[in-house]
């Protein structure tokens, strides 16, 4: 097997300009780099990637971490940021923590030992591992969260303006005339301490509504529990008129629920949900939703991610918010008085 002294004496340069070909070639004049290229490929020389990790404690590999893998929201999301690393010369590990914290801690673990030079993650729900993932970047990870954040992270995050959307979304359902509208969660400091739920609360009072508290359940953001509590919330004897869900994974459930209810939308029942996935736009009617510029939040994560990397400015902290878009469909209308 061809080393990189082989490639250097093919190129006619010093072993160190052979290496930094590789690992800076930015810092290389054009036809040096060009020559230094054209001998990698005709000697087929493939660089020992975790012994050049040893070297720089770091490898050209980024980690990300996301919820749930099968949710479209992070397989686009997984898709927007392999490409955009990938173009740029590095490679991308993947998992996922289901939203749990135990599980993201082991998995932590795993890319702690592949030494990635850069790490976006959506943080779990649970005790925080904000303790692992400042031990990363201590060793020189650079850490960005993504979606949510852990109360109090000292990182930087890309996020949606999550609470002018919910504002927005419940603005929109009061002037259609409901009063009775439901999300699918409540807002709890362990189990499901994310933006949405604590906003839509404040987004109520905001239209002088008040919190039902009967609507009132601490789930998880998956299609069976959306499922459940739907059918549970559409029971009582003083039902939503509309329910707000907080991902379209929710919807799917909920939307499941109401037809096995018998329920029509928007007759009967009123339904927006974040997410524009595909099937939103397919069923009969076609939900109205609350989009995210998914590609847009992938590419920021890489670019400040990236920046950080290269420049080994480990400790510079970016925050970035993206805006949120209604798409009215026509699952929402007025309430059936």
Same mark, same amino acid.
């Given at each position: 097997?061809?080393?990189?002294?082989?490639?250097?004496?093919?190129?006619?340069?010093?072993?160190?300009?052979?290496?930094?070909?590789?690992?800076?070639?930015?810092?290389?004049?054009?036809?040096?780099?060009?020559?230094?290229?054209?001998?990698?490929?005709?000697?087929?020389?493939?660089?020992?990637?975790?012994? &050049?990790?040893?070297?720089?404690?770091?490898?050209?590999?980024?980690?990300?971490?996301?919820?749930?893998?099968?949710?479209?929201?992070?397989?686009?999301?997984?898709?927007?940021?392999?490409?955009?690393?990938?173009?740029?010369?590095?490679?991308?590990?993947?998992?996922?923590?289901?939203?749990?914290?135990?599980?993201?801690?082991?998995?932590?673990?795993?890319?702690?030992?592949?030494?990635?030079?850069?790490?976006?993650?959506?943080? &779990?729900?649970?005790?925080?591992?904000?303790?692992?993932?400042?031990?990363?970047?201590?060793?020189?990870?650079?850490?960005?969260?993504?979606?949510?954040?852990?109360?109090?992270?000292?990182?930087?995050?890309?996020?949606?303006?999550?609470?002018?959307?919910?504002?927005?979304?419940?603005?929109?359902?009061?002037?259609?005339?409901?009063?009775?509208?439901?999300?699918?969660?409540?807002?709890?400091?362990?189990?499901?301490?994310?933006?949405?739920?604590?906003?839509?609360?404040?987004?109520?009072?905001?239209?002088?509504?008040?919190?039902?508290?009967?609507?009132?359940?601490?789930?998880?953001?998956?299609?069976?529990?959306?499922?459940?509590?739907?059918?549970?919330?559409?029971?009582?004897?003083?039902?939503?008129?509309?329910?707000?869900?907080?991902?379209?994974?929710?919807?799917?459930?909920?939307?499941?629920?109401?037809?096995?209810?018998?329920?029509?939308?928007?007759?009967?029942?009123?339904?927006?949900?974040?997410?524009?996935?595909?099937?939103?736009?397919?069923?009969?009617?076609?939900?109205?939703?609350?989009?995210?510029?998914?590609?847009?939040?992938?590419?920021?994560?890489?670019?400040?991610?990236?920046?950080?990397?290269?420049?080994?400015?480990?400790?510079?902290?970016?925050?970035?918010?993206?805006?949120?878009?209604?798409?009215?469909?026509?699952?929402?209308?007025?309430?059936?008085?």
């Amino acid at each position: 097997m061809p080393n990189i002294l082989d490639v250097a004496k093919r190129a006619g340069v010093a072993p160190t300009t052979a290496k930094r070909a590789i690992h800076e070639p930015h810092l290389l004049k054009p036809e040096t780099l060009e020559r230094v290229r054209k001998a990698i490929q005709e000697l087929g020389y493939e660089p020992d990637q975790v012994a &050049g990790s040893l070297r720089r404690g770091r490898t050209q590999t980024i980690g990300l971490m996301v919820g749930n893998i099968m949710e479209p929201f992070f397989a686009s999301l997984v898709r927007t940021v392999a490409h955009a690393v990938q173009g740029l010369g590095y490679a991308l590990l993947v998992t996922d923590n289901e939203y749990d914290a135990k599980l993201e801690l082991a998995n932590l673990r795993v890319l702690y030992g592949h030494r990635v030079s850069g790490l976006i993650i959506r943080s &779990g729900y649970g005790a925080s591992n904000l303790d692992y993932l400042k031990r990363m970047q201590e060793r020189g990870t650079y850490v960005l969260e993504i979606d949510y954040f852990y109360p109090d992270s000292p990182f930087s995050h890309v996020m949606l303006d999550n609470e002018s959307c919910v504002f927005e979304g419940v603005r929109y359902l009061h002037a259609l005339g409901h009063r009775r509208i439901a999300t699918l969660g409540s807002y709890d400091p362990i189990h499901h301490p994310e933006e949405r739920s604590r906003a839509f609360p404040k987004a109520l009072q905001a239209v002088g509504l008040p919190l039902i508290e009967e609507y009132q359940r601490v789930i998880r953001l998956t299609e069976p529990e959306a499922y459940r509590l739907t059918l549970e919330l559409m029971r009582l004897p003083n039902p939503p008129t509309a329910i707000f869900s907080l991902n379209g994974t929710e919807a799917a459930g909920a939307f499941r629920a109401l037809n096995e209810l018998g329920l029509r939308i928007p007759q009967d029942i009123s339904l927006l949900t974040f997410d524009n996935y595909s099937w939103t736009s397919l069923v009969t009617p076609p939900l109205d939703v609350i989009e995210q510029p998914v590609e847009e939040m992938g590419y920021a994560a890489v670019e400040i991610v990236l920046d950080a990397v290269e420049n080994r400015t480990l400790d510079k902290v970016v925050r970035r918010r993206f805006p949120g878009k209604l798409i009215r469909r026509g699952s929402c209308a007025p309430p059936n008085r």
